[in-house]
């Protein structure tokens, strides 16, 4: 199995499996023209993929939209990241899925509100993929001049091979973790899904007086 090989050769073996998604190929190559700053596509299209993969699925199947992550902390203007995004529309034309591009300098202006807690501003993408609901999620991938695929990977990638998903509670709530992981394992039964830990037993339990 890719998820006991030592890393150098996962790292080969992830290539080779997202190498099978011919949409997830076409939209790293699309957004390398873009030439967006600190860039991966990241989440779901990612371990999704190797999902299908593992269990003999089509690559691309289950999998709703393909993620563009950029950093410009330059500008946290709206009409910044619109003018991206629509970029993008137009890099991304007649590809048979929907890419979301998405500017993570921003991301503490809007979370509170969609999420209902507070997102202190991230420093990098790397920073933003780090706070995935999932560790399991904390993957990213961009090609780079030469063709060199750059992957970004802070948990390792035995669980993704292995079909485990594992709670990340840095910042994400528990529910947008349990409604996730649920609506994976509908799409993908073979998913082990580890339970959001409890709360230390040492800061809920009461004083002994």
């Keep these: 199995m ?17 190498s099978e998604n011919e949409i997830l190929t076409d939209v790293l190559a699309r957004t390398a023209t873009l030439a967006l700053p ?7 299209c990612l371990f999704q993929t190797v999902w299908n993969v593992v ?7 289950g999998i709703k939209d393909y993620d563009v ?24 034309a007649g590809l048979p899925a929907e890419v979301e591009i998405r500017n993570e300098a921003r991301v503490h202006l809007w979370y ?8 202190p501003p991230h420093g990098s993408t790397e920073a933003a ?24 990977a802070p948990h390792g990638l035995s669980d993704v091979f292995n079909l485990v998903v594992r709670p990340n509670p ?18 993908w039964p073979q ?3 580890l339970p959001w830990p409890d709360p230390d037993p040492a800061r809920t339990t009461a004083p002994p007086y």
């Design 112 to 119: 509170e509100q969609k999420f209902g807690v507070r997102c």
């Design 2 to 18: 890719l998820g006991r090989l030592p890393l150098d050769e996962q790292l080969a073996g992830l290539r080779s499996v997202l």
């Design 55 to 61: 269990t003999g699925r089509h690559p691309a199947d």
């Design 69 to 92: 992550f950029y950093f410009d902390g330059g500008d946290l203007s709206w009409d910044a990241e619109d003018a991206v995004i629509k970029a993008g529309r137009a890099a991304f």
């Design 191 to 193: 998913l082990t899904v």
């Design 129 to 152: 993929i780090d706070c995935f609901a999932a560790t399991t999620c904390c993957l990213g991938v961009r090609l780079e001049p030469g063709g060199r695929w750059r992957v970004y």
């Design 38 to 44: 600190n860039w991966y596509v990241t989440a779901g």
């Design 170 to 187: 840095v910042l994400a709530p528990r529910e947008v973790y349990e409604t996730k992981a649920a609506r994976w394992k509908n799409e």
